[in-house]
Structures are given as structure tokens and as C-alpha cells.
């Protein structure tokens, strides 16, 4: 069975390093008790809010359990290393700071930020170049039939559009997470219903497609693809046991003490069918 990815977007949370160190140390618990082999995710990848990546991967490095299943990445990221942009933290910094990916193209920074098709395509193109692994949302806005020609539709011309001009050769790692924005717990108020495994299979079969014609059927079968919107400890093992889902990326519930508990609590749970 192939090993799945586990990915914290811990978004604006939480607001100290002490908190955020505490949220690790949930993480090292759970991760030092896991029944092994079996765990059906293996690659554990944290992202939180750039300002404490440095010191969680001075932590994670100096502590044999963490940095054997921890690897950290950002949520956002510049498209110039040397360039006026105040505020702006650029490839090379997120690299020096401890991170591996980048999380580019999320909805919150589209509606906040007014991120654009060309912008995310540019954040691509300079994390490829910088050697950070990108992690690519792409979802559609409102709840519809997956079989429609708007929902194809809507994906298809989001990853054109975000992946223009875009060179990958076979050994390159890039991850998708379809993310339907309508599942996303922040926009239903932290109460969101994740989209039905049936739908998301059929959504993740849809981009892997994409990806077959676009680069090559090596590339696609090879590429993670996760599914991310309203995951939980109450519904992780469905995904958990999903033949098509490469993982989860998990929002709101990742930066909650208890929630994050229950998550691994329940990975564990599963890891009894996996044996
Ligand atoms: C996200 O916004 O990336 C996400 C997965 O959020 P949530 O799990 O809170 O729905």
C-alpha cells in the first residue's frame, strides 16, 4: 500500500511559538506511539505561519522522531528572491527557514488577497525554480454535480490556466489538493460537510486525467493528489481507506490541541484494518 500524505495548513494559527510548539508536541506524541508499519499516512507535512517556521525546524531537526515524519513548508510564498516587495517573503527565505513546500493558490489567499491566475502560475514557477515543492489548490466554488460540464469546466481551466507554461520532468515532485471551496470549514462558519468519497474519487480521477494529457501518464500516475475540505478526527478515516485520495489537507481541525488528538487517535484505529 502506498504510503499517504498528511498536510497541516494551519492557516493564521496559532497566534504564539509557544502554542505552535505545543500543537508539535501533540503531533510527537502521537507519532511516537504509532503502530507500525502500518500507518497509511507516513508523510507528515506541517504548514504553519511563516514567522515560526525557523524555530520549529531548529525543533523538529533536533529530535530523531520528528525529523524522521515531519517535514515543514509555507503557505504562500513570493515570486522574486531579490525584488521591493514589502512584505513579501521570498523563495530563498522560506528554503533558509526550514521549508520544503508551498502551499500556492488557496482560496483565502484568492478572496483576501486577490491572488490571481497569473500570480499563482508565477509562485509556481519560482518555487519550482527555488526547489520548494508546490502544493496547488484547485476547486471549484459552489456545490454542483461533479458530472457537469461546469464543474469540469471550472477545474480544467484552473489548471491551465495556473499551470501555463509549466515544464515537469518524471522525478519532479508537485502535489494537487482539490480543495472545493464550498467544503472548506471557513467558509461554512468552522461547521463544513467534506464532499462524499464518491464524488472526490471522481473529482481526483478528473485531475489526474488533466495531468496525463498535460505532461504524461508517468507523471499522472505518479503525482499526489489529495482531497482537502472539512476533514476531521470524525471523518479522517474515510479518506484514510480511500484508494484515490493520495491524502488530506487539513485545515481547521489541524490547529486545535484536541481535534488533532482525535485525529491520530483515529489513524490509529484504522491502522488495525491496514494490518
Ligand atoms: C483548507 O483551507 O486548506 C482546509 C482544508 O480547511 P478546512 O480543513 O478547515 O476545511
Avoid at 509555507?74 to 522560506?94: C, E, Y
Avoid at 467558509?187 to 464524488?199: A, M, V
Avoid at 486525467?209 to 507523471?219: M, Q
Wanted: hydrophobic share 40%; aromatic share 10%; charged share 20%.
Amino acid at each position: 500500500m502506498t504510503k499517504k500524505y498528511l498536510v497541516f495548513n494551519w492557516k493564521m494559527s496559532p497566534s504564539s511559538a509557544e502554542e505552535a510548539l505545543e500543537l508539535l508536541e501533540v503531533i510527537k506524541e502521537a507519532i511516537s506511539q504509532e503502530a507500525r508499519p502500518s500507518n497509511p499516512f507516513s508523510k507528515i507535512i506541517v504548514l504553519p505561519p511563516c514567522l515560526y517556521l525557523y524555530l520549529m525546524n531548529q525543533i523538529i531537526n533536533a529530535d530523531k522522531v520528528l525529523a524522521k515524519k515531519i517535514t515543514l513548508g509555507a503557505q504562500d510564498v513570493f515570486w522574486h528572491n531579490r525584488w521591493a516587495v514589502t512584505g513579501g517573503i521570498s523563495p530563498k527565505m522560506l528554503k533558509n527557514a526550514g521549508a520544503r513546500y508551498v502551499l500556492i493558490g488557496h482560496s483565502e489567499r484568492q478572496q483576501y488577497f486577490k491572488e490571481t491566475a497569473y500570480m499563482i502560475n508565477q509562485k509556481i514557477k519560482a518555487a519550482l525554480v527555488n526547489n520548494l515543492i508546490p502544493i496547488i489548490c484547485v476547486g471549484e466554488k459552489e456545490k454542483r454535480d461533479v458530472d457537469s460540464f461546469l464543474v469540469k469546466k471550472c477545474i480544467f481551466e484552473q489548471l491551465n490556466n495556473n499551470l501555463a507554461g509549466i515544464k515537469l520532468n518524471a522525478g519532479d515532485t508537485f502535489i494537487i489538493a482539490y480543495e472545493p471551496i464550498w467544503a472548506i470549514s471557513s467558509h461554512n462558519q468552522g461547521q463544513g460537510q467534506p464532499e462524499s468519497l464518491d464524488d472526490i474519487n471522481k473529482m481526483i480521477g478528473l485531475i489526474r486525467f488533466w495531468v496525463a494529457r498535460r505532461f504524461s501518464e508517468n507523471i499522472a500516475s505518479k503525482m499526489p493528489i489529495l482531497y482537502g475540505g472539512s476533514v476531521t478526527g470524525a471523518n479522517i478515516n474515510l479518506f484514510a481507506q480511500s484508494s484515490v485520495a493520495d491524502g488530506v489537507l487539513v485545515g481547521r481541525a489541524s490547529t486545535k490541541k484536541q481535534e488533532l488528538k482525535k485525529i491520530f487517535q483515529k489513524l490509529k484505529r484504522t491502522n488495525k484494518k491496514f494490518t
